[in-house]
């Protein structure tokens, strides 16, 4: 009989984690459902910036495509956010109500952005300002794009110095706007009233500019599991099968996860990590372990 294996997460750790099972028998195993908060099928996060500079449509970034689910007998629940696990009756509870019974839950919600502490960055009632941009999902390009279209908006600050900071710049430069790279702890408030119309900076003279991106690193996303009493410190703890610390039946993979102290951001690690996972969740290979993953030299 088929047991009911849960994915939170409907991004690049969750999906190979699937994959994997796939690849080791897993439809023969599980009936299995996946919780996506975006309202699309799989895609890589990571070529964003093709899309934002206009050298890949959304599709082409495309990984999964909603047929792909279909076709594995995959039930998705895209644009439903899960807010609550009870390891006790082993269900999920999700945002719109469904109620979801497992035998194996797999967490793989990624990561948010990070917001470095400086003025004006929010509304009175607690929102981000307008022209302010975070770039981490297929929204955050699109109203990037629309913004960045608009004739007056012909100047950016990009707050960061990584990858996706600099992937940024490149895009919203081909879309004609003039981008100035800053790291985080220099800026000390975004300025103007009613629009953007700058950023003050620790140490030098104010610069002009109408849009803000902050692209200033991540962290990992713990919420669920700290309301439903999971082993969390900066990531939700896992051991070297990637079984959630004291759960039998939860694991976690990708940048969610903790191990031996580390949280990874990159692609190789979540690969590693969805091996070892499937190897133990389908039971063809048990001692499987993850040591960590080495950075590339």
């Not at 469904?98 to 990561?111: E, N």
């Not at 102290?261 to 389908?282: F, K, N, R, S």
């Amino acid at each position: 009989m088929k047991k009911r294996l849960v994915v939170i997460g409907n991004g690049m750790a969750g999906v190979r984690a699937v994959e994997e099972i796939l690849a080791r028998g897993g439809a023969d195993l599980f009936h299995i459902t996946v919780f996506g908060e975006e309202p699309y099928g799989n895609y890589s996060r990571s070529r964003l910036g093709r899309v934002l500079c206009g050298e890949e449509s959304e599709a082409d970034i495309l990984l999964n495509s909603l047929t792909w689910y279909q076709e594995n007998a995959i039930t998705l629940h895209s644009g439903v956010r899960v807010e609550r696990i009870d390891k006790f009756s082993k269900h999920v509870f999700a945002a719109d109500g469904r109620v979801v019974q497992y035998h194996h839950l797999v967490i793989a919600i990624g990561s948010h952005p990070f917001l470095p502490p400086m003025a004006g960055l929010y509304t009175p009632s607690g929102t981000i300002r307008h022209g302010v941009f975070t770039f981490r999902t297929l929204d955050d390009a699109r109203r990037m794009i629309k913004f960045a279209q608009q004739e007056h908006h012909r100047r950016a600050v990009v707050i960061g110095g990584d990858s996706f900071a600099l992937e940024a710049a490149r895009g919203l430069q081909s879309c004609g706007v003039e981008v100035e790279v800053l790291s985080g702890s220099r800026v000390t408030a975004i300025l103007g009233a009613d629009r953007i119309t700058g950023l003050s900076v620790r140490n030098q003279p104010d610069i002009d500019c109408h849009m803000v991106v902050v692209a200033a690193g991540v962290r990992p996303n713990v919420d669920v599991a700290v309301v439903s009493g999971l082993a969390v410190e900066r990531g939700i703890v896992v051991d070297d099968h990637l079984r959630v610390m004291d759960e039998e039946d939860i694991y976690a993979v990708g940048e969610c996860a903790q191990h031996r102290g580390e949280v990874y951001g990159m692609v190789a690690p979540l690969w590693d990590q969805a091996a070892v996972l499937a190897d133990h969740i389908t039971g063809s290979d048990r001692g499987s372990m993850y040591l960590g993953t080495r950075a590339a030299s």
